[in-house]
Every structure is written in C-alpha cells, then in structure tokens.
C-alpha cells in the first residue's frame, strides 16, 4: 500500500528520504490496525453495512484504506478484524489478526476500552496505562476515540461505545515480547504513534544514517539531530527550528551516527529520545534496541543517588518496573533524573566522538513529547 506525504516524499533529506533510500517496504501498527477495524464495526452497528475496504486517517495526515479478513454483526455487536501487514520489519505481529468488536453504551458513557483474548491488561506500575487497564497505549486509544467520533458525526451516532481489542494468538506471540516483565499479562499490546511501521535493516538504516549526515553536510547545516523516531523529531523542531534536511532518523542506532560524525564533523550534534532508550546510552550502549540493549536501573539509582536521592530513594530507583517508573519516582522527590540521564548520555557520546570538533547536547522526552531532561552543550 502506498504512503502519502512526508513518510515517502523524495525530499532530500530527513527521516523520508531515509526510508525511501532503505529500499524497504513500510507497514502499519496494531493501533491503525484496530483503528480500522474499529472504524468498520462502529459504522456496521449504526448502518447495517460494513466499509470495506475501511479507511482512516492517521496521525501525520496518511489515508491508507485496509481489507476486512473477516466481520460479524449482531443485534448487539459488530466485529471487523484487519490482518496486520508490518511490511518488510521482522515484527512478530505481522501477519496476526486483530479484531475489534464494539457495543453500544448508554448516553454519556464515553469510549470504554476492554483486552480481548491475546491483548494484555496492565499489572504493574511505571507504563503509560494505569494498573488494571488494557494493554491498548494512548495515541491508538486517541486514534479510536476520534474515528468513532467521526463515525457517530456521519451517521447520527451517539459515539458511547464499549470497543474490545483482541489479537489471535497474541498470548502465544507475547511470549517472545518484553510483555511478561514488564507486567503486561494475557497478551500483546496495541501500539504505534504515527500508525506507521518504519522497517529496517540494520545496514541499511545505518546506510540512510550516512547518506543524511552527508545531505545535511552539503546543504549547509552546521547543527544536526539524531532522533530516536517521530516524536522526538517534533521535539527538536519545536526546539530549535531545524529543518528536515537536519534531522537524522536514527532510530535505535545511536552509535552509527556518533562514528560517522566523528569521521564528517558537524558543528553541532543534538541528540533526542525517550528517557528509557537515552538511559542506554548513558549506559554504553550505541544499539539502544530493546532486544540488544536494556535499562540499567542500578546506574538510575546511582545517578538519582548523586543528584540527592535518599538511599531509601534509590532503592526504590533500583526496583523499579521500568524506566519510566524510575524517572516518575525522582520527580516526586524532586530529583532531577532526566537531566542526569540527559547529562550523562552527552558524556558518553563525547567519549564516542573522541575529540572531534562536534559541540553535543542530549534532549529526554517522555512518550508525549513533553522534555524530562537536557544537558548542556558541549
């Protein structure tokens, strides 16, 4: 299925031209996935007839339609379910079927979410989700809300709906996720932010990392950033106004863009992710992937420890669920975690650069966008 937009455009730099230039085929999220199936229900229970092929409108403006493998309507409910299509990403999802089944709910109950079989429930804390809560993250949640919103606008709905997310097999598929450890039991979870799955392999998207750096160089610019994804890349605009020839996608491979820029110097190097993955780095890791790299809560506690956490404190730190869940702790107590992540992920990437004349600053967002931490330049 085609991109529209920035995703696939040829510009000449930036995280589009980084794709196109990977040669790979890009897929779609579990979210869009039971965006749409969702979207197929809900109009199915107000008109009779299901849409299909259905389509929605994703975060950055993409308007990809999905086939129905298969659908149900009942006096009380309608099912639509959309076989997941990761394109050319080893995603364990992909080729798994995810259904959403929607009832009606009375007036002014709202958008009600429920884990059916192979979605995971939320059992432990530090997760965007709260304990008890399907496995069903934020954005796809908004996602939902707004197409059964838009539904209820074309056909005179009232838009309270109950919507149960499942995914055949994904019990069993979840046993090969971080699922399990981090709480999240039953199954998978519904995920994505731009509804898009970016593929790579790992030389080819270190071959984009190179040839933006060398886009960036020729056209001029003298501060770059190394983004972790999407939402980072709007951090750093907001931020400092670059443009998208400057911004390098460098998803989990943090070490890839310090080697070159160590060998094709820029003035300036900003660096931006999520505070977990940053936490990698601060670490010594440069593959900040999930599979290869993990969070060092022990280095959290020591960091939280020197910025005056109580010992009490840190061992809480060294407990924690997850990195999120540390940084969540340390707010509390008004220690500055973020920053000291922030701080020490620019320390290790000066140790990358080995003296070469790159300025660094490091910038720590949380799953929203919003900055928990930042270094200086050095």
């Given amino acids: 299925m085609a991109m529209s937009g920035s995703e696939a455009s040829g510009a000449r730099g930036g995280r589009g031209a980084q794709l196109k230039h990977t040669g790979l085929r890009p897929g779609w999220t579990t979210g869009a996935c039971a965006t749409a199936a969702t979207t197929a229900a809900y109009t199915a229970l107000l008109t009779g007839d299901f849409p299909d092929p259905v389509t929605i409108t994703l975060p950055r403006g993409q308007t990809p339609a999905f086939a129905l493998a298969t659908e149900e309507l009942t006096g009380s ?9 990761a394109g050319d990403d080893p995603d364990v999802t992909h080729g798994a079927l995810v259904r959403a089944t929607v009832r009606l709910l009375p007036a002014g109950s709202g958008v009600v979410f429920r884990a059916g079989p192979g979605v995971g429930t939320v059992t432990r804390p530090g997760l965007p989700l709260a304990v008890g809560e399907p496995a069903v993250n934020p954005v796809p949640r908004q ?39 981090l709480g999240i039991l039953g199954g998978l979870s519904v995920l994505g932010t731009t509804g898009i799955v970016v593929p790579y392999s790992c030389s080819a998207w270190i071959d984009s990392i190179r040839r ?12 770059v950033a190394g983004c972790t994804g999407s939402t980072s890349e709007r951090t750093v605009v907001a931020t400092y106004g670059l443009p998208e020839e400057a ?59 020197r910025g005056g956490a109580s010992e009490a404190l840190a061992t809480e730190v060294a407990d924690a669920n997850t990195g999120l869940a540390a940084l969540q702790l340390c707010a509390a107590a008004g220690v500055p975690l973020g920053d000291l992540v922030a701080v020490a992920a ?25 900055v928990v931490g930042r270094s200086g330049v050095v």
């Avoid at 409910?77 to 299509?85: E, L, N, S």
Wanted: charge should be neutral.
């Fill in 212 to 223: 933006g750096v060398d886009v960036a160089r020729a056209a001029g610019h003298t501060h």
């Fill in 346 to 370: 620019r320390d290790e990437a000066l140790a990358v650069l080995r003296g070469a004349p790159v300025a660094v600053d490091v910038i720590c967002i949380d799953r929203a966008g919003l």
């Fill in 143 to 181: 996602l939902m809300r707004d197409h059964v919103a838009r539904v209820a606008a074309e056909h005179r709905g009232g838009g309270d709906v109950e919507i149960t997310v499942s995914i055949d097999d994904g019990e069993e598929i979840a046993r090969s996720t971080w699922n399990p450890r």
């Fill in 247 to 305: 911004l390098l996608d460098m998803g989990d491979f943090a070490g890839a863009v310090l080697k070159y820029v160590r060998r094709h110097p820029v003035e300036r190097l900003t660096i931006c992710g999520g505070f977990a993955k940053l936490s990698k780095l601060a670490s010594g890791h440069l593959d900040l992937h999930s599979a290869r790299s993990q969070v060092d809560k022990g280095l959290l506690a020591e960091l939280a420890r």
């Fill in 77 to 85: 409910y309608a099912m639509a379910g959309i076989v997941k299509d």
